[in-house]
DNA sequence: GCCGAACCGGACCGGGCGGTCAACTTTGTA
DNA sequence: TACAAAGTTGACCGCCCGGTCCGGTTCGGC
């Protein structure tokens, strides 16, 4: 068991997450170590002391999203109506990834063991938003959660062109894609849902 | 005017733009000229010799693929129904993009002057695919070109992180997507449409 | 078949990157 | 307050990348 982070520490700590999370929003995953450090206002040593390499560190940028995101599903299943929920989950998710698009970190930290045990938590709490949805008549009765896991991220993609523009452009099309969800007038769908 | 290419450097820039697609595909946008050279079988001074920058070499491929989607665009609004051919039009784009998803490429040529010009085009042919199919009633009469322009690579992201595992998966989602964009069933959109 | 222009190739350059390390400073405990 | 452990730092290393350059090769008009 490890002693807890002296204060110094996980006050450096701190600062370096939330730099990094800028630095990478602002630069993508060329974002370099030393601007994160500079940016945190802590040296470049001090960085690998925490996180023994770059991936590392994204991988805790990443687990930190991914709690917050799990946290905010158990709530909603805790909600009277679940298509509601179900669509306040895919708001607050997209709010999220605004507010920073950090999409590519998800993807670069993939293969991270952690990551994908806090990835597959989130996934069964998706799965239980999306049953009860579907149990109420809320969406169509061959989506599955798995589906809504990969369309979560879909609106901010779409309206990441238009970004600065129109920040709040993915309202528009996450309502699109959830009209796509609806059961009335659904169209049987082409291809069996991916498995786990 | 410049003269034709002498043959042999005809042929090594198709060998070029060909192992240059399949180099990025495979290994992203940080795929390196060397790399990319020895695949072509060409020294790497000759990449340099048809590309000043890494940048041109990614407009000319981003140029060839836009172009050929143009070529569909527009055969397809010569087509007799309008609903089918929008949705043909989509799968065509997802088709390209699932053979080689080269969509960072996309988004690394963005300044590029030659590319936002043919991507006009390809966005005035996709206005027309769009306005035809609206007027039919195929599809919800609150979607623009804009939209789909937008649109059109989601069912690709969407699927890409389970690439190899389901490569058609995307279908799928083509189809929710589409089904969203019907009149039947739609709920009014809660942000407008985005300018160009 | 000759010859100049076009083309090819790979050694080379400067720069920036992720990561290391040893000297130094801060912390907190006894 | 004394001191060992924990934390910090930035100069430094090796590597690889995009891009240059020039001696050698190939093409094609005449």
Known sequence: MNRPLRADAARNRRLLLAAAADEFAEHGLEASIADIAKRAGIGKGTVFRHFATKEDLIAAIVLDRVEALIETGEDLLRS??????LLEFLTAAAQQRQQRDLSFLQRASAGNAEVSRLQARLQETIDQLVERAREDGAVRDDVTGTDLFL??????????????AAPELWRRYLAIIFDGLRPEGAHPLPHPAPER
């Not at 009277?80 to 929920?85: P, Q, R, T, V």
């Not at 369309?151 to 600065?164: D, F, K, Q, R």
């Open 80 to 85: 009277e109506n679940s298509g509601e929920a």
């Open 151 to 164: 369309l979560m991220c879909a609106p901010n993609y779409i309206a990441g062109y238009a970004h600065t």
